[in-house]
């Protein structure tokens, strides 16, 4: 564990917090992050770029492959312009801290952390999770594969999930304190990522209002964020039989609305921002998805993986634009709304309202950040958007006024039912004598 003293706090610092970047999509951001960013900002601005990890171990492995990662970057643009790697190498430095999403108590020491120890953030990417699968009803893979190749890698219906999984007790035993289930995947994939952004919010505000810039909390959602599975009876999917694709539903769902008039008066409690002031500017939620690309969150052997990428290479020669296939390329929209200008953005919100952007490619593996269609809402919530036909899921609907409508109030009832599930568990933690109250 780093002293406070080893704590990389440079003047001119852009910090930027990535969860479970030890592998997979994460590390993915991590390199993209660096590549673009000494491309993209000027000499004088330099990244901090903290990554988190559930032990020591992954922490030391992720920072290496990182360093290892940015040796390369600075070695292939000083054979371009000799004599910059002396400037390269002071503007990029990293940091690793310990957090287990399935502990809110992990959560909370990690923020209270980061908050006596970090002069302020500008992104959050929440990227760790959990699929919750125990295996693949092959017989039907192949089939659907066979018949609808596209369609089938995009959006499979395939996978067999966990029934019932709950997380581990939050409070010790021997303390003897009821609590109710959490569900695993809804608190790996959503509800810590929930309380990470409220606890850091005060970090992420602090950006004047002059700048014309905003702290940035980045969900990382997923193709597979079907309407038909967020159950607000059970809204922590722990009786659903497809627990990852409600809780990305649920993303999709409450990023959307965070900006949105109808739950503007939740989010800014979530948000921390009582006490705005000229000094502060309100975070923004953004949420985006890495297309189809290959991670360990299915644990598959060696040739069933190759055939795995094949299938998606296949995919995309086939007309698919949302199969990126490397982790690099999945990264994309992630780093894309890390690092772009808050103008850019906004711009853009006012002209094609507020959406979900994806990691897309063309035939050749061009990549981009595009635009993705969200069932009920459409692209942007906007009643006469332009219709893409490219890219859509094949039994999407058109989205209608009231569609529209049922969206913005189901994002109501997920707002408060969150911020109902944060206070509570906040006073059962502190209660219970485990809590960790923030300064």
Known sequence: MSSLEDIPTPDNGFYVLVTGANSGLGLGIGKRLIDEFLQTRPQSESLVLIVTTRDQRKG?????????????VIASHERKLPGIAQVLQHRIFFRQERLDLLSLVSVQKL????????????????????GGWTGINWPLAVYKILTSWSTAVCWPTFKISGVGWVAKPQIPAEMKVEEPPLGEVFCANFFGHYLLG??????????????????????????EAYEHVLDLNDIQGIGSTLPYEATKRLTDVMAITSA????????????????????????????????ICGTSIVALPLILE????????????????WHPVTVDKGACAMVWLALAQ??????MEEKEGVGKWGSATDFWGQERAERTEVAWWGWGGKSAEYKR???????????????????????????????????????????????IEME
């Not at 606890?199 to 909390?217: C, Q, V």
């Open 198 to 223: 409220h606890y850091l919010a005060p970090l992420l505000a602090k950006h004047p209002r002059s700048e014309n810039t905003k702290g940035r909390i980045i969900w990382v959602s997923s193709l």
């Open 260 to 291: 949105l008039p109808s739950t503007c008066d939740v989010a800014d409690e979530y948000l921390d921002q009582s006490q705005a002031s000229e000094k502060t500017t309100k975070p923004r939620i953004y949420v985006t998805h890495p297309g």
């Open 60 to 72: 030391d492995a992720t920072i290496e492959n990182l360093q290892q990662h940015l040796r390369k």
């Open 111 to 130: 923020c209270r952390k980061l908050r006596e120890t970090t002069p302020k953030l500008d992104v959050v990417i929440c990227n760790a999770g959990i």
């Open 306 to 321: 190759y055939l795995m990428f094949t299938a998606f290479y296949v995919a995309r020669w086939l007309g698919s634009q």
């Open 342 to 347: 808050q103008d850019t953005l906004d711009n």
């Open 389 to 435: 036909k490219k890219g859509r899921d094949p039994y999407a609907k058109d989205a209608t006024k009231e569609s529209r409508e049922r969206f913005l109030e189901t994002g109501r009832k997920c707002w408060e039912e969150m911020e109902r599930l944060r206070i509570e568990w906040e006073g059962r933690l502190r209660r219970a004598g485990v809590g």
